[in-house]
């Protein structure tokens, strides 16, 4: 008998002990892009009347993160009770293959007789098992008002005119805003004091902020409307009501990135007093306890009476939290951008695996908001202040350290401060730690990942599946992509990390070695570097080649094979390779002006749309052009 079978048998042996009348019901409020800019969070700027209501009567978690700054990556983190990084549902817009014995919590309720629905957002990042085996509706009419007779519910709601297109486009703003009562209207010139200061200070800037509290009162009315549903039906005192947002707001440098602006969620906790012996939290109060998106659905099963899958790796914080959230930004949308993060009570830690990207890569979707393009104005005109400034550097520090409460906007960076020494350590092992418990496969690069598959390796099991559970290959990977951005100190262990018989260790060692150009302490590679990257040109593994062509385009000796390596690479039968090559050449600028047919031809006929996006891009570079594609 399987683990699955085995706890469908113990669900049907329990449910006769337990009455469905006393069992809660559940229900879930959720929404997209929105900080905790609410009443109830001490905000003076909010009307929400409706959710600062909630809170009075339940429990304001303060410390509440997501697993990723971005919807699709947290929502699948969300769903699973697991890391996204870890199943494979890292990267933006991807379809992962679950491994076995990995299912979305959902299904334990409703094999434990709760009727489950979804109105309507999905975005797991999965397509097996689909929503429609998952809910037993999902769709704009699910409502538990459909349920059987007596029977308990888990019902989710998600609000979506939160989304940062509702505060970037013109037409859906206008749209959200009609339905909007008169009075939660904000004045269109109006200016506010709690403006991130790592943001230009401007009128335009101004109007994006005050629309991102127009629609989190909009937001505040539609969950008024779901309690008073809750009233009528007479099941206030049945139901344990969570409110909470995927990730932080829709606007630069908060949705996509790992800081607090990015991670840090409003989660509003209702248990009504029948059920408050099921927590052991304060009821209108505020608690400071440390609770990821990934332990939502470990709750909600504990407080159904359900035990936790051993596979999840989130865990219930109806008794206690975590000491430490950890999260992950891979790829989003078309670039790719390796960063982890911790979390403590006191203090964030960033570790940044590719620090010689920009902070601000362009992405198309995001460069379309008012407040992205005030940030490309200035920085083309200059006048921008040390916080501003500091967001649009063309690199990035390896670590960051912030002390979060004297430090909100995480602007001071603490990480060379020899004071925080110890604290900086303590931090780095954990993120280390974690990688390696949970399976970090998100330092596999996306074409290692395809060829894995193809293979018939799920995503999950790739670390898994190597000798000894994977822990030398894990702890080889995670050391390697560490050392790969330490400069010309880390030269020995690339070179060697390039012989590894692992892809992604390899991957590591040659993008490491490509490194080396912006250290000034570089003189040219050995002989020994040189023959490496030459034999790498041609490794079988599509991500390696990329990268050992990288390292070797800036020596005009190699640069005419490292261009070609890159043309052909362009056009893979590997799509995350074609991306791949593509980045590549868009970041190495001038220089692959002799490929510019090349990434002409990848504007047509390709497998995804980030292919055609990034070689628009160097394109437009190159040609002093403006085209715009989809």
């Given at each position: 008998?399987?683990?699955?079978?085995?706890f469908?048998?113990?669900?049907?042996?329990?449910?006769?002990?337990?009455?469905a009348?006393?069992?809660?019901?559940?229900l879930?409020?959720?929404?997209?892009?929105?900080?905790?800019?609410?009443?109830?969070?001490?905000?003076?700027?909010?009307?929400?009347?409706?959710?600062?209501?909630?809170?009075?009567?339940?429990?304001v978690?303060?410390?509440?993160?997501?697993?990723?700054?971005?919807?699709?990556?947290?929502?699948?983190a969300?769903i699973?009770g697991?890391?996204?990084?870890?199943v494979?549902?890292?990267?933006?817009?991807c379809?992962?293959d679950?491994?076995?014995?990995?299912?979305?919590?959902?299904?334990y309720?409703?094999?434990?007789?709760?009727?489950?629905?979804?109105?309507a957002?999905?975005?797991?990042?999965?397509?097996?098992?689909?929503?429609k085996?998952?809910?037993?509706?999902n769709?704009?009419?699910?409502?538990?008002?459909?349920?059987g007779?007596d029977?308990?519910?888990?019902?989710?709601?998600n609000?979506?005119?939160?989304h940062?297109s509702?505060?970037?486009?013109?037409?859906?703003?206008?749209?959200?805003?009609?339905?909007?009562?008169?009075?939660?209207?904000?004045?269109?010139?109006?200016?506010?004091?709690?403006?991130?200061?790592?943001?230009?200070?401007?009128q335009?800037?101004?109007?994006?902020?005050?629309r991102?509290?127009?629609?989190?009162s909009?937001?505040?009315?539609?969950?008024?409307?779901?309690?008073?549903?809750?009233?009528?039906?007479?099941?206030?005192?049945?139901?344990?009501v969570m409110f909470?947002?995927?990730?932080?707001?829709g606007?630069?440098r908060a949705?996509?990135?790992l800081?607090?602006?990015?991670?840090?969620?409003?989660?509003?906790?209702?248990?009504?007093?029948?059920?408050?012996?099921?927590?052991?939290?304060?009821?209108?109060?505020?608690?400071?306890?440390?609770?990821?998106?990934?332990?939502?659905?470990?709750?909600?099963?504990?407080?159904?009476?359900?035990?936790?899958?051993?596979?999840?790796?989130?865990?219930s914080?109806?008794?206690?939290?975590?000491?430490f959230?950890?999260?992950?930004?891979d790829?989003m949308?078309?670039?790719?951008?390796?960063?982890r993060?911790v979390?403590?009570?006191?203090?964030?830690?960033?570790?940044?695996?590719?620090?010689?990207?920009?902070?601000?890569?362009?992405?198309?979707?995001?460069?379309?908001?008012?407040?992205?393009?005030?940030?490309?104005?200035?920085?083309?005109?200059?006048g921008?202040?040390a916080?501003?400034?500091?967001?649009?550097?063309d690199?990035?520090?390896?670590?960051e350290?912030?002390?979060?409460?004297?430090?909100?906007?995480?602007?001071?960076?603490l990480?060379?401060?020899?004071?925080?020494a110890?604290?900086?350590?303590?931090?780095?092992?954990?993120?280390?730690?974690?990688?390696?418990?949970?399976g970090?496969?998100?330092?596999?690069?996306?074409?290692?990942?395809?060829?894995?598959?193809?293979?018939g390796?799920?995503?999950?099991?790739?670390?898994?599946?190597?000798?000894?559970?994977?822990?030398?290959?894990?702890?080889?990977?995670?050391?390697i992509?560490a050392?790969?951005?330490?400069?010309?100190?880390?030269r020995?262990?690339?070179?060697?990390?390039?012989?590894?018989?692992?892809?992604?260790?390899?991957?590591?060692?040659?993008?490491?070695?490509?490194?080396?150009?912006?250290?000034?302490?570089?003189?040219?590679?050995?002989?020994?570097?040189?023959?490496?990257?030459l034999?790498?040109?041609?490794d079988?593994?599509?991500?390696v080649?990329i990268?050992?062509?990288?390292?070797?385009?800036?020596?005009?000796?190699?640069?005419?094979?490292?261009?070609?390596?890159?043309?052909e690479?362009?056009?893979?039968?590997?799509?995350?390779a074609?991306?791949?090559?593509?980045?590549?050449?868009?970041?190495?600028?001038?220089?692959?002006?002799?490929?510019?047919?090349?990434?002409?031809?990848?504007?047509?006929?390709?497998?995804n749309?980030?292919i055609?996006?990034?070689?628009?891009r160097?394109l437009?570079?190159?040609l002093?052009?403006?085209?715009?594609?989809?």
């Amino acid at each position: 008998m399987n683990v699955r079978d085995l706890f469908s048998l113990l669900c049907l042996f329990l449910l006769p002990l337990t009455n469905a009348s006393d069992r809660p019901n559940i229900l879930w409020l959720s929404a997209e892009d929105i900080s905790p800019h609410f009443g109830c969070y001490g905000d003076k700027y909010a009307i929400t009347p409706h959710v600062d209501a909630l809170a009075e009567e339940g429990t304001v978690f303060t410390h509440a993160y997501t697993t990723a700054g971005v919807c699709a990556p947290s929502r699948s983190a969300i769903i699973l009770g697991m890391y996204q990084n870890s199943v494979g549902t890292h990267h933006m817009r991807c379809d992962a293959d679950l491994a076995d014995g990995i299912r979305p919590f959902p299904l334990y309720l409703r094999e434990a007789g709760y009727y489950c629905t979804n109105n309507a957002k999905t975005d797991y990042q999965f397509s097996s098992p689909s929503p429609k085996e998952i809910w037993n509706e999902n769709s704009r009419k699910a409502h538990w008002k459909n349920r059987g007779d007596d029977q308990p519910f888990f019902a989710v709601f998600n609000f979506v005119e939160c989304h940062e297109s509702y505060i970037a486009l013109d037409p859906r703003y206008q749209q959200a805003i009609e339905k909007l009562p008169a009075e939660l209207h904000r004045d269109p010139f109006k200016r506010f004091t709690n403006l991130p200061p790592y943001y230009p200070d401007t009128q335009i800037v101004h109007n994006d902020w005050r629309r991102n509290y127009e629609m989190i009162s909009g937001l505040d009315v539609w969950v008024g409307e779901h309690i008073r549903q809750l009233e009528e039906a007479g099941l206030a005192d049945n139901t344990i009501v969570m409110f909470w947002s995927d990730h932080g707001v829709g606007l630069p440098r908060a949705k996509r990135w790992l800081y607090e602006s990015g991670t840090n969620v409003p989660l509003v906790v209702h248990v009504p007093e029948r059920f408050r012996g099921l927590v052991n939290w304060e009821v209108a109060a505020k608690d400071g306890r440390i609770v990821s998106g990934v332990d939502f659905g470990p709750t909600v099963l504990e407080l159904a009476g359900l035990p936790v899958p051993e596979i999840m790796q989130g865990q219930s914080f109806t008794r206690g939290g975590r000491e430490f959230a950890f999260g992950a930004r891979d790829r989003m949308d078309e670039r790719y951008d390796i960063i982890r993060m911790v979390r403590g009570a006191e203090y964030r830690y960033i570790r940044n695996f590719e620090p010689l990207k920009p902070y601000y890569q362009f992405m198309n979707t995001p460069e379309q908001g008012a407040t992205m393009q005030e940030i490309r104005r200035l920085e083309l005109e200059g006048g921008m202040t040390a916080e501003q400034a500091l967001f649009s550097a063309d690199r990035k520090p390896v670590e960051e350290l912030y002390h979060v409460s004297s430090d909100p906007h995480e602007v001071n960076n603490l990480a060379s401060n020899p004071e925080h020494a110890e604290t900086l350590a303590r931090m780095r092992a954990e993120l280390a730690a974690w990688q390696n418990e949970v399976g970090d496969i998100g330092l596999i690069p996306e074409s290692e990942i395809k060829r894995e598959e193809v293979r018939g390796t799920k995503r999950y099991d790739i670390l898994r599946s190597r000798e000894g559970g994977g822990a030398g290959f894990a702890s080889r990977l995670t050391k390697i992509a560490a050392a790969a951005s330490l400069g010309v100190g880390s030269r020995d262990s690339l070179l060697d990390g390039l012989a590894d018989a692992e892809p992604a260790v390899r991957f590591w060692g040659a993008t490491g070695l490509g490194n080396l150009h912006e250290d000034k302490a570089f003189s040219g590679f050995t002989t020994d570097e040189s023959t490496a990257l030459l034999g790498a040109l041609a490794d079988k593994a599509p991500a390696v080649r990329i990268a050992a062509a990288r390292a070797l385009a800036p020596v005009p000796k190699y640069r005419e094979l490292a261009l070609e390596r890159l043309a052909e690479d362009l056009k893979a039968q590997n799509e995350w390779a074609r991306l791949e090559a593509a980045i590549v050449l868009d970041e190495l600028d001038e220089i692959v002006r002799p490929k510019v047919a090349d990434l002409q031809d990848a504007l047509i006929d390709q497998p995804n749309k980030y292919i055609v996006r990034v070689a628009n891009r160097a394109l437009n570079e190159l040609l002093g052009t403006s085209n715009t594609v989809k």
